[in-house]
């Protein structure tokens, strides 16, 4: 039984994973269940999780208003085409417009982050009738051909040339190299607030004001992608509100569903004014299902959770401050509320083996020498206690 389910993981499994070292290379862990904040696998064997698998779970796993929502809707209607008006998709919709800022009015439901930012890109060409992109260096969107192409990391680009065209990358938080990218050719400046992926780098509220300015200026869209830093992640909504951005198109995914597979791009009026008939669709995106499940989460955001997420980011990083600060292995501690980055003086994976394999505390990479830790934003102050006992146990004292 147990070979076979290891069988089917290595048929699908995320190549990335084994890569980044979160899974050991033997393959032998094979995950069954989630209770909160902890997995657990075929053995039995408990797990803290620090990545609430790739920041989407952040209600943490078998959150009963989440399961009951999907369950109920499962039972009644679990597909329904677009053509078709359909009550949980419209709650849904009103739902999200109450959450999202009042000038971003219009939404389109997809399924995932990279899909969130191929509409970006699409709505974004339409709305100027230019082609250009400015994304960051640094920066992370996706691995479709449309988000991989302004994914900075040439390592995942490379092999896939010749990706979009007129796709440029400035230094993150470098306002020079901004003011001439953007040019009468640009359709979008395209930025995370913090860069996850490419090592939990915060942006300067200077950088993205003059990102904001130059695109209102030039004619462009500013599109931020909140796909990992929605939601509460950050202990505010959207990042972009740490920042008092107005931007003109946000991607979203990742905890819209909270942690059932969803997406969607929201933004403005104008924007769907340029739009054609037929100009962006999607089969799945927006069934009842995936709806009935933001619903939920939505409504556990709401509920508090934002602001204990704002809490318990403050308390982990005082916490690894604590413990870990200064020692000289860590460079630096950064990030923005639960998206908290250790930026160490050496390579990164080896520590996220040991505190797996010895500790069985879940974290992630970000960049090669940053462990990145997201957990689910109902993480407690026991827990965090325990995931920092574990992080100070495992990193030595010196590089
Ligand atoms: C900032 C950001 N954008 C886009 C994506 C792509 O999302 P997905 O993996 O759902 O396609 C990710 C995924 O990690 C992300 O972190």
């Given amino acids: 039984m147990v070979q076979s389910i290891v069988d089917t993981k290595f048929a699908v499994s995320n190549t990335q994973a084994y890569e980044s070292g979160v899974v050991p290379r033997r393959g032998e862990t094979v995950m069954v269940a989630g209770e909160g904040c902890w997995m657990i696998d075929s053995e039995g064997q408990r797990y803290l999780d620090l990545t609430s698998s790739q920041g989407v779970a952040m209600l943490g796993y078998g959150h009963p208003v989440l399961t009951e929502a ?14 078709f008006h359909n009550d949980t998709r419209a709650e849904f919709l009103s739902r999200l417009n109450s959450v999202t800022p009042d000038h971003l009015t219009r939404a389109f439901l997809g399924n995932s982050g990279a899909e969130s930012i191929d509409g970006a890109i699409k709505f974004a060409r339409l709305a100027t009738g230019r082609t250009g992109i400015v994304a960051a260096r640094n920066s ?12 900075w990391n ?7 040339e010749p990706l979009l065209p007129d796709v440029s990358h400035v230094q993150f938080n470098n306002v020079d190299q901004l003011d001439e990218a953007v040019g009468d050719g640009t359709a979008a400046v395209v930025l995370e607030v913090v860069q996850a992926e490419g090592g939990v780098h915060v942006g300067s509220a ?17 599109v931020v992608d909140e796909v990992q830093t929605g939601f509460g992640r950050t202990g ?3 990042g972009f509100q740490h920042f008092d951005l107005e931007p003109d198109i946000v991607a979203l995914a990742k905890g819209l569903g909270g942690g059932f597979p969803m997406g969607a791009v929201v933004y403005t009026d104008e924007i769907q004014e340029s739009l054609f008939s037929g100009a962006h669709g999607s089969t799945f995106g927006g069934n009842p299902l995936a709806c009935a499940a933001g619903i939920a989460a939505l409504g556990v955001y709401e509920d508090g959770l934002i602001e204990q997420a704002e809490r318990a980011g403050r308390r982990l990083w005082e916490a690894l401050e604590a413990a870990i600060g200064s ?72 590089v």
């Fill in 154 to 160: 040439p390592r995942y680009r490379r092999k896939f």
């Fill in 140 to 151: 992370f969107h996706g691995r479709t051909i449309g988000a991989l192409s302004i994914t």
């Fill in 206 to 222: 200077e950088f993205l004001a003059a990102a904001q300015q130059l695109c209102r200026e030039r004619g462009a869209m500013l």
């Fill in 70 to 83: 999907i369950q109920e809707q499962a039972g009644r209607m679990h597909a329904c085409p677009n053509f």
């Fill in 327 to 398: 020692r000289r292995v860590v460079r630096e501690i950064r990030g923005k509320g639960l998206l908290i980055g250790v930026d160490l003086r050496t390579k990164a994976v080896p520590f996220l083996k040991t505190l797996m394999e010895e500790h069985k505390v879940l974290a992630l990479p970000a960049g090669s020498t940053v462990l990145r830790l997201l957990p689910p934003l109902t993480i407690s102050n026991e827990e965090i206690e325990m995931a920092v006992e574990a992080i100070a146990a495992t990193l030595p004292d010196s």
């Fill in 236 to 238: 505010s909504w959207f």
